[in-house]
């Protein structure tokens, strides 16, 4: 290991999944902290995967994903939303959700942004922020429903507020934000300008009971979300991407 690290990544520790695999095998218990499924993925998948290979079209995919992935992301979600997306302007793929927060953060967050999570949350965001020099800003999810008060998030806003990581349905707690919850979420955005970044991962995990809506498809939205998704079979790690409508600068 190097004697000298940078700065910036020299408060992080192991991530927790590591270290709770750690305690499951030295305790032989069952692991809770990660997604490990105990069964295959599906017969029409792996033969699509082995017909692609057996086909010759392997070459360096294409930066921001195969045009046929984002274009079934498109129909994803236009299927399961309404929503229209071009896929070759507002959406890319990447090795997983994780690396599409971390990008998104390093492309959004300049020194000094401050940025608003709801706590508890997904151990890489903070780092995501450290990374970028911005300054997390925390606003508490409470049990039993992990609801979170309104004048806690409204008093995080603030003219340096650059973004806000929304996680739904929420990890580790299983919170479904609510319409409302999300209301209040992009009033808020809209009056400071401030940009949401949500992870979707659990999008289809979803209790009877409950119903997952997009931020970004609420009035006013569209044009200041990036939503990140997970887009493969559940048992592999997912390919994550984007899905994102912005106003180019001038």
Avoid at 123 to 128: M, Q
Wanted: with cysteine; net charge negative.
């Amino acid at each position: 290991m190097p004697s000298k690290i940078a700065r910036r990544v020299s408060t992080f520790s192991t991530t927790i999944f590591a270290e709770m695999s750690r305690l499951a095998i030295e305790h032989q218990a069952i692991n809770l902290g990660q997604g490990f499924p105990d069964f295959d993925g599906p017969n029409p998948v792996k033969e699509a995967a082995m017909a692609a290979i057996r086909a010759g079209d392997n070459q360096y995919a294409v930066g921001i994903g195969q045009p046929a992935l984002r274009r079934a992301i498109a129909a994803h979600s236009q299927r399961f939303y309404g929503q229209t997306f071009d896929p070759d302007t507002e959406i890319t793929v990447t090795s997983g959700a994780t690396e599409a927060l971390f990008a998104a953060t390093m492309g959004l967050v300049n020194p000094g942004d401050e940025v608003i999570f709801f706590e508890p949350f997904y151990d890489s965001y903070v780092p995501n922020v450290i990374m970028a020099g911005g300054v997390p800003r925390f606003v508490p999810l409470r049990p039993p429903d992990w609801s979170f008060d309104p004048a806690e998030l409204t008093t995080a806003f603030n003219e340096r507020t650059q973004l806000i990581v929304i996680n739904t349905p929420h990890n580790p707690t299983g919170k479904v934000y609510t319409e409302a919850e999300l209301k209040l979420i992009a009033d808020e955005c809209q009056k400071w300008g401030v940009t949401a970044l949500t992870d979707e991962v659990y999008e289809h995990i979803v209790f009877e009971g409950a119903r997952h809506v997009r931020l970004a498809q609420l009035p006013g939205m569209a044009e200041r979300t990036l939503t990140s998704a997970a887009t493969a079979k559940p048992s592999a790690s997912p390919a994550g991407s984007w899905a994102g409508r912005w106003a180019r600068p001038t």
